[in-house]
């Protein structure tokens, strides 16, 4: 009988401790959350081409107004999407995730053309970064550069 209980109890504590971690490792940002990029809307917060990822609310649509190209993105603290609204055809645009957050270059960063030059479409353009599996380090800037 006294083993029984004690089977029970083990089998009890392994899955409120399973329960606890899905709850406590999972993010908060959720599918069903609902974002908008619409170019007039009130609570888009305008940054520059270069940001310390740290200092990014979590959650909020944030607009970069460059001369050569106006994009808006979300970021999750893993991924961003986002969609450029307009971009000179002769420009392209690079994603620069950074390590450090004043994103000076180093072996760890990740680059990537979301828009290259001369090549359409040139505005209402859909792009997302997936933030690559299993590193063991986060990135700290981000930066969206000309491509050429």
Same mark, same amino acid.
């Given at each position: ?11 009890? #504590?392994i899955?409120?401790?399973i329960?606890?971690?899905?709850? #406590? ?6 599918s ?8 007039? =809307? ?8 270069k ?9 909020g ?16 603290? %893993? ?7 307009? %971009? ?7 994603v620069?995730?950074?390590?450090? %957050? ?8 990740? %680059?990537?053309?979301? =828009?290259? #030059? ?25 930066e ?5």
């Amino acid at each position: 009988m006294f083993s029984i209980k004690t089977t029970k109890v083990k089998y009890l #504590a392994i899955y409120i401790v399973i329960i606890y971690l899905i709850f #406590a490792l999972t993010d908060n940002v959720y599918s069903q959350d609902i974002i908008s990029f619409n170019q007039q =809307a009130e609570d888009i917060i305008t940054i520059p081409s270069k940001i310390d990822l740290t200092k990014l609310s979590r959650g909020g649509v944030f607009k970069v107004e460059h001369e050569d190209f106006v994009l808006q993105f979300f970021f999750n603290n %893993r991924d961003i999407l986002g969609l450029i609204f307009k %971009r000179k055809p002769s420009i392209g645009i690079m994603v620069h995730l950074c390590l450090y %957050r004043s994103c000076e270059e180093t072996p760890y960063d990740l %680059r990537k053309v979301i =828009a290259k #030059a001369l090549e359409p479409p040139y505005d209402k353009t859909f792009f997302s970064i997936k933030f690559p599996k299993k590193l063991q380090y986060e990135f700290q800037g981000l930066e969206f550069l000309k491509h050429k």
